[in-house]
């Protein structure tokens, strides 16, 4: 099957990885497909970049349908050589990179991103998936949880919370939404 061929590799950290632009290159070579940018948001109290993308393939030619994948990936700026002037670019690259490892392109060595597992090695503290969902549905939980102490209790038996997360959410919590 073309999308699980094995892709050019660099090694990061002792593992090899499939760059992004290789996947990119790979599914312009050899399918039609589509992407496109759901959500940009930017949270500057944590200096915050996240950004969601949909990526639609069309793996069979001979079928009408198109296969469809998300990506969301957030970068803070500042945190780490690229992103002190490309956290934007490297949120879109990263959630690039992670709608195409779930379509199945490029993941022969694993499905960790470049950043990714330079992240694991150089932090302890790492925005786990259950702060990127509340980040994204932040007004939200402000409608259905407007006292603070409410939200965090839910949250915290939710949602596993490092306390630098709590903090960020804390700062976040209490900006008057402009209506």
């Known amino acids: 099957m073309k999308r699980l061929s094995n892709l050019d590799t660099v090694t990061i950290s002792g593992k090899p990885y499939v760059m992004v632009d290789k996947r990119i290159s790979h599914c312009a070579s050899n399918f039609d497909y589509d992407v496109k940018i759901k959500k940009v948001q930017y949270y500057a109290e944590i200096k ?3 950004v969601h993308v949909k990526l639609k393939i069309k793996f069979d030619q001979s079928k009408d349908y ?3 994948y998300d990506g969301i990936a957030q970068e803070v700026i500042g945190d780490g050589f690229i992103n002190k002037s490309s956290a934007l670019e490297n949120a879109y690259t990263s959630a690039l990179g992670k709608a195409f490892t779930a379509a199945g392109v490029g993941i022969q060595h694993g499905t960790s991103s470049g950043d990714e597992i330079h992240k694991a090695q150089a ?7 259950g702060f990127n969902s509340i980040l994204e549905r932040l007004d939200d939980w402000k409608d259905k949880y407007p006292e603070w102490t409410t939200f965090i209790g839910f949250a915290q038996d939710h949602y596993k919370l490092s306390n ?8 976040l919590w209490t900006i008057k939404r402009v209506s």
Do not use: P, R
């Open 48 to 50: 915050t970049w996240t």
């Open 66 to 68: 198109y296969n469809s």
């Open 123 to 129: 932090q302890t503290k790492s925005i786990d998936a």
């Open 164 to 171: 630098e997360q709590v903090e960020q959410l804390a700062k």
